[in-house]
Structures are given as C-alpha cells and as structure tokens.
C-alpha cells in the first residue's frame, strides 16, 4: 500500500527564514511528486512539481528528490506570513494516475 | 483561462439521501478527477474520468457513482449518505491528450451530513 508520510507540525518560523517541509514516500515506483499549499477552508493549490533527482527552483520555492531515500523536500525562502498554511505532498505512478496524499504539514510564520 | 469550477459550494443532507456534485474542468483539459478529503487529512482518491468512462478508482464504495459529459465537465453522485461521508469534495483536472499530468484543484464543495 502506498502510503506519503508528513509531520503535522506545526512548523513555527520567523519572518524572513527558511521553511523546510519534508515527505517520505513508501512506493519505489512512484515516478511524479507535487507539493500543494493549502489554505484553511479552501481547496489545495499546486506550488512545484518534480520528476527528476535533484533540484528544482521557482521563485521562492525550491524542491528537492532523492529517489534512493525516498525522500522530497520543499524550501520556502524568505518566509512570509501569507506562506501560513497546510502543505500537502503527493506522489503518483506518472501519468494521470492518481495522487496518494500526505495528510499535511501546518506551517505558521510568525512576523 | 477559466480554472477548475465546482457547484454547488456548500451542501446539507440528511443520512440516507442522495447527491450530486458538478465539476467543470479548468480550459484544454479533458481528464477529470474525484477526491474526498475529510477534516485534518489529505485528500483521497474516488475516481477519475476521462473519455466518457470511468479509468480508474480509489477504494471507495459503490455508493459512489460518476459520469464525464462530451464537454468534459463530471459529476459525483453518492446515494444512501452516511455520516462518514461529511467531508470537502474536489475535483481536479489535467489533460492526457497534451500530456499536461499536473492536476489542479477546484474550490471544493462542503458536504455535511446530519
């Protein structure tokens, strides 16, 4: 059974640092990771996507894959108050086949 | 560009009815996907519609019904509603035919069951 795991939190940082959310995934074949932010009472929103090994930038946002470990990462720079929010990973097989969920970790940036 | 749409937004019923909801895909994507996501977890597959058909499905129960319309746009239908199924339901799309996989998101629509 493919199962994402994510710590709840909350995750307390201070304006202006660096946030570091963390997922580890149990299925070897799964192919395509996403990190949604998800804001309270609303509806998940895709910030980064990642197929590959490595590094991959936007803007504030940086996640990391390591496929050996099993293992995505998201960094927020530059953390801001309005970055408060639930964020979720997910993982699929590639294609359209459907997401597998974390249940998510609560980030709080304190100004 | 038009995003993912969902109606109705919020919704009340009584154990053992019946409902629907209604999805429209975000503008060029063809493939529609359900999600249940109940309170302080991440959101968990129903099933997902592409071409009219049902392609594939998550572990949930045959109480829960769909259909693709030729204009892309889905509904989700549970019948005999439980208690358990209080939950936000979503929708997200993506498109095979441009091989854009990324699914996004609509608002969701809050169902409570009483």
Redesign the interface.
């Given at each position: 059974q493919k199962e994402?795991e994510q710590n709840s939190g909350p995750l307390s940082v201070p304006e202006g640092a660096i946030a570091s959310l963390n997922c580890t995934y149990s299925d070897r074949g799964s192919q395509?990771f996403?990190w949604?932010r998800q804001y309270s009472g609303?509806?998940?929103?895709?910030i980064m996507?990642i197929y590959s090994n490595g590094d991959k930038e936007d803007g504030r946002f940086t996640a990391q894959l390591n496929k050996a470990s099993q293992y995505v990462s998201l960094l927020i720079r530059d953390s801001q108050p309005s970055d408060s929010a639930t964020y979720?990973c997910?993982v699929n097989w590639?294609?359209?086949?459907?997401?597998?969920?974390?249940?998510?970790t609560r980030l709080s940036v304190i100004a | 560009d038009a995003g993912v749409t969902q109606s109705p937004t919020h919704l009340i019923k009584t154990r053992g009815q019946q409902v629907t909801l209604r999805c429209s895909p975000k503008s060029g994507h063809d493939?529609v996907?359900w999600?249940q996501q109940a309170l302080?977890?991440?959101?968990?597959?129903i099933f997902?519609y592409?071409e009219e058909e049902e392609?594939?499905r998550?572990n949930f129960p045959d109480r829960f019904s769909g259909h693709q319309f030729p204009n892309y746009s889905s509904e989700l239908n549970v019948n005999a509603l439980l208690l358990g199924d209080s939950a936000?339901y979503?929708c997200?799309s993506?498109s095979?035919v441009s091989f854009s996989?990324?699914?996004?998101?609509?608002?969701?629509t809050r169902l409570t069951v009483t």
């Amino acid at each position: 059974q493919k199962e994402v795991e994510q710590n709840s939190g909350p995750l307390s940082v201070p304006e202006g640092a660096i946030a570091s959310l963390n997922c580890t995934y149990s299925d070897r074949g799964s192919q395509s990771f996403f990190w949604y932010r998800q804001y309270s009472g609303k509806s998940p929103e895709l910030i980064m996507f990642i197929y590959s090994n490595g590094d991959k930038e936007d803007g504030r946002f940086t996640a990391q894959l390591n496929k050996a470990s099993q293992y995505v990462s998201l960094l927020i720079r530059d953390s801001q108050p309005s970055d408060s929010a639930t964020y979720l990973c997910a993982v699929n097989w590639g294609g359209n086949t459907p997401l597998v969920f974390g249940k998510g970790t609560r980030l709080s940036v304190i100004a | 560009d038009a995003g993912v749409t969902q109606s109705p937004t919020h919704l009340i019923k009584t154990r053992g009815q019946q409902v629907t909801l209604r999805c429209s895909p975000k503008s060029g994507h063809d493939t529609v996907s359900w999600y249940q996501q109940a309170l302080g977890q991440g959101p968990q597959f129903i099933f997902q519609y592409y071409e009219e058909e049902e392609r594939q499905r998550g572990n949930f129960p045959d109480r829960f019904s769909g259909h693709q319309f030729p204009n892309y746009s889905s509904e989700l239908n549970v019948n005999a509603l439980l208690l358990g199924d209080s939950a936000l339901y979503l929708c997200a799309s993506s498109s095979r035919v441009s091989f854009s996989y990324e699914q996004y998101f609509g608002p969701g629509t809050r169902l409570t069951v009483t």
